[in-house]
């Protein structure tokens, strides 16, 4: 009797574990916590993206403003995430950030976290004022 044949996955070359993150490089403290990110060993692909760059390729579709509005991640499947959901995303790949994304995966906690992140967000542009933060 032979096996049943298995359905095989094509080879893109692309981890399907890897993510895209897309930050604002204008903003100070944006730019400090994601060289905090970089200094870290992340258990699949990251890829960081700067869209505050006029020369930053974005991603087909989304306008530029949307992407400088909030945090987001993109999943090598193409799904965008942003905001809370986004950190928790990204922490649940870096060692020494993982208990973070645990506990922003208790029930509950990722609507506080998001919360939290629009209140920061109301203040983020009086940072822009403070180059070199």
Known sequence: MTPPAQASTP?????????TVLYDGACPLCRREIDVYRGSTPSASLDFLDVSHPDAVL??????EQLLARFHVRHADGRFESGASAFLALWSRLPGWRWLAKLGRIPG????????????????PKLRRFNAV
Request: aromatic share 6%; glycine share 10%.
């Open 109 to 124: 906690m990722q609507q506080v976290m998001e919360v939290a992140y629009r209140g920061f967000l109301r203040v983020r």
């Open 11 to 19: 080879n893109t070359g692309v981890d399907p574990a890897a993510l």
């Open 59 to 64: 991603p087909e579709g989304v306008p530029r």
